[in-house]
DNA sequence: CGATCCGGCGCC
DNA sequence: AAAGGGCGCCGGATCG
């Protein structure tokens, strides 16, 4: 295991581990009412753990939580083992309380559960404590639905406190028997570092989402009076919308024409004697017809009125800032997910909106070709990861096997990972083979592993969910060419193919931000988005080129983290802009 | 009628 | 040129 980061870093020896339980005042007949309980969400208990989660000592309650975790962080800094950062940072978050690392027992357990093959069995704490201890195990609450901040009761900051669980004992017990599990994977150090990552996502999810992303109304508004006109007074599409829908009805020499629906826009390409199988735009982009055009103007417009206009504004942007939430390993990759929103597909031309406080700036960084870096570094491949110690790793696979063809290199590797097998990728493919066994033979396995239903796993110890049980067995679609493998097993096959990249590509990312959030700790800096592959933090003009060069080492920290001494680098595209639309 | 599926497209 | 992985969201279409 390489060295460890504070943040990061498993070494409990140095490090006091902390359990806690949240108890909602007067709601647990564990602990009196105190005077003053509740004032900041409520009193808790805590137990403080040896290295393997044994307590030390007796417990202690305490009447105001978010007080007591404040004292504890300032004195010890401990690693704080609790059942949902999802549910209690936000409470310690609003009374002013930001802990430097925790241990998330529901996002652990999710971690293991899906380690021993049994995805989707509940994950929570209770959960966790009933499988221990053989009684019934409680179903997961139902996710909660998206909710616009400002809307309803507020989901982020004013959700009252989880029911009380189990108590502290069995939290305890939860946790040790976490650590045994983690010791048993087949790789711990690196599971280890995927629970301290996840965990201290659960932390950055929840201030990212406080911190909001800085967003200028009056841009967003001049945008979409410019791209779309401005809104239709009585409620329908804005003008330049009604504009185009009669001139798409006026092509097809029709009165009106609902352009939002794709069986009409089909049935009205027929009887102008255009035979379209849908009205995807890559269709529609080869149709040689007047309305066709139109068509596609009206699709692009359309999206920005509905996904990202005057109603998502109202909805989503408060006070300068736009506040989803994030859900830290919401996608089976690790990846991250929001809630509501759309965060994690702002289209490009609304990102002119996107604008840094005055005296404030923004420092955008993306790990470039992160994927194929990945491809190289897990699967060892060391021709391939001569070509991956450049900046531009296509060009430099290019120069060594693909005559130069940057293009070709780039649809081959691509195609390895994505699952490409027809077409003219075929022999770019061919040429990946020959030329890096290795690589080509890592992301074949996980393929084979997956028609052949097997799980598969990141680097660091995440594994794929099941294919459905209901096409577990006996596929009745008849096989096709592919070796006698039916198109369910192929479809499979290409899941479990990019999960192995896909998913350590979202560890390097998430262990890249969790060392990002050490070293910005304390500075007058805020971590504002994260997508990804793709971070921003808005800080004084003044202080950029001391993150940007914070966001490198990180970078260098993730790499070191995750895969040791690897001759494979990670770069990242940095650019210091005052709009996010003019990041590189 | 609401619940759910699906087409389509935004992002990575 | 098109298609291969992962999502969320919208509105239309369809189901019960």
Redesign the pocket.
């Known amino acids: 295991m390489s060295p460890g980061w504070p943040a990061l870093s498993y070494r409990a020896g140095r490090i006091a581990i902390m359990a806690v339980v949240a108890v909602v005042a007067g709601a647990d007949h564990r602990l009196p009412a105190a005077p003053g309980a509740g004032t900041r969400g409520g009193g808790g208990v805590l137990q403080p753990l040896d290295a393997s989660g044994a307590p030390i000592g007796p417990p202690e309650q305490v009447a105001d939580l978010a007080l007591a975790v404040a004292d504890r962080e300032r004195r010890e800094r401990p690693r704080w083992v609790w059942a949902s950062g999802a549910a209690l940072y936000p409470v310690l978050l609003r009374a002013g309380v930001r802990v430097d690392r925790c241990h998330d027992i529901e996002l652990t357990e999710a971690l293991l559960l899906g380690y021993a093959g049994r995805w989707g069995e509940p994950r929570s704490f209770a959960a966790a404590w009933a499988r221990l201890t053989g009684a019934p195990v409680p179903p997961d609450p139902p996710p909660r639905l998206?909710e616009p901040p400002g809307h309803g009761q507020g989901a982020l900051f004013e959700s009252p406190l989880a029911p009380p669980g189990p108590g502290i004992a069995a939290l305890t017990r939860v946790y040790a028997d976490q650590l045994a599990r983690i010791a048993a994977t087949e790789h711990p150090g690196r599971f280890r570092l995927l629970v301290a990552a996840e965990s201290a996502g659960a932390l950055i999810a929840v201030e990212l989402g406080a911190a909001g992303l800085p967003w200028r109304v009056d841009v967003h508004d001049a945008l979409l009076g410019e791209l779309l006109g401005g809104p239709s007074p009585v409620g329908g599409p804005p003008r330049r919308l009604a504009e185009l829908a009669a001139r798409i009805a006026a092509a097809f020499d029709v009165p009106q024409l609902?352009v939002?629906?794709?069986?009409?826009l089909?049935r009205a390409f027929a009887r102008a004697g255009v035979e379209v199988p849908?009205?995807?735009?890559?269709?529609?982009?080869?149709v040689d017809h007047p309305a066709a055009p139109l068509v596609?103007e009206y699709?692009?417009l359309y999206?920005i009125w509905?996904?990202h206009g005057w109603a998502?504004q109202e909805a989503w942007v408060r006070d300068g800032r736009f506040r989803p939430e994030y859900?830290p390993g919401?996608?089976?990759?690790g990846?991250w997910?929001?809630?509501?929103?759309?965060a994690?597909?702002?289209?490009?031309v609304i990102r002119r909106a996107v604008v840094a406080d005055p005296g404030w700036t923004f420092v955008v960084a993306?790990a470039g070709q992160l994927e194929p870096r990945i491809l190289a570094a897990v699967s060892g491949d060391t021709r391939l990861a001569t070509a991956a110690r450049a900046g531009d790793l296509y060009a430099a696979l290019a120069a060594d096997a693909f005559g130069g063809d940057r293009g070709r290199a780039k649809?081959a590797l691509?195609?390895a990972m994505?699952?490409?097998t027809g077409?003219?990728?075929a022999p770019a493919l061919e040429v990946l083979r020959r030329n890096y066994p290795a690589a080509f033979g890592y992301v074949e396995t996980a393929a084979r592993s997956g028609e052949a239903g097997e799980l598969v796993r990141s680097w660091l110890g995440r594994t794929c969910p099941p294919g459905s049980v209901e096409f577990a067995g006996a596929d009745p679609v008849p096989a096709g060419g592919e070796g006698g493998r039916s198109a369910r097993a192929r479809?499979r096959g290409?899941?479990t193919r990019?999960?192995v990249i896909?998913a350590t590509a979202a560890e390097w990312a998430a262990t890249l931000l969790a060392t990002l959030r050490g070293e910005l700790a304390g500075s007058d800096t805020e971590l504002v988005f994260f997508?990804?592959?793709?971070v921003i933090v808005h800080c004084r003009a003044e202080r950029a080129a001391a993150v940007a060069a914070a966001v490198t080492r990180c970078g260098e920290r993730a790499s070191a983290l995750l895969f040791g001494q690897t001759p494979v680098r990670f770069p990242l595209d940095l650019s210091t802009v005052e709009c996010y639309a003019d990041a590189s």
């Open positions: 998206a609902h939002d629906s794709p069986l009409e089909v849908n009205t995807r735009s890559w269709v529609l982009r080869g596609l699709k692009e999206r509905t996904a998502w859900v919401g996608v089976v990759s990846r997910a929001t809630r509501g929103g759309g994690l597909q702002i289209p490009k993306d649809v691509l195609g994505y699952g490409q077409g003219s990728a479809a290409r899941f990019n999960f896909q997508q990804h592959d793709e």
